[in-house]
């Protein structure tokens, strides 16, 4: 009974010990960014989830359709910005049509990427939010992207005089 306790109370420290050497190795490293004009493919894992591949089904979520009488330049990225701030995320890099914040978990520390990307012509957000270590992150990007979307919805609604 002691003999199992003592090895029960290694595997909990070793576990505990592990994951804080992920959450650190998680903090180095950065979003993978645009390739070819588009957001990276997913990996084989289920911590990531896109817009950008329809065909890639395990990781694929629905893009953010942009109102119509939207200003994109004006309202869409100032808005995002704010939103992703609003969550708990931090804007790491940013480019004309296209930026990349991270958001880090409260115990360990573990860091996910989190990217935007805005079709001006197709007027679309693309969103893609990935862990940066580990294989399964019980659904935390999925939800994190939906939140988003969610939020986004309701705060360019609030900002459009004409809604």
Known sequence: MKTTLIIVSLLIIATIILFFILGMMSKSGSAPGLV???????????????????????HYIAPIKIPKDINIELDSLHI???T??????????????YFAS???????????????????????????SASRVGHNDMGV???RIELLKQLYKKNILSADPHH
């Open 141 to 143: 990007n999925k939800k």
């Open 36 to 58: 070819e004009g588009s957001l990276s493919q997913c990996p084989n894992k289920p911590n990531c989830f896109s817009t950008e591949k329809k065909d890639d089904a395990a």
């Open 102 to 128: 991270t958001f880090s978990s409260g115990i360990f520390g573990f860091v996910d990427d989190f990217e935007i990307r805005i079709d001006p012509v197709k007027k679309i957000i693309h969103i893609r």
């Open 80 to 82: 995002l910005k704010d």
């Open 84 to 97: 992703i701030r609003d969550m708990g995320g931090s804007i790491e890099d940013e480019s004309e049509d």
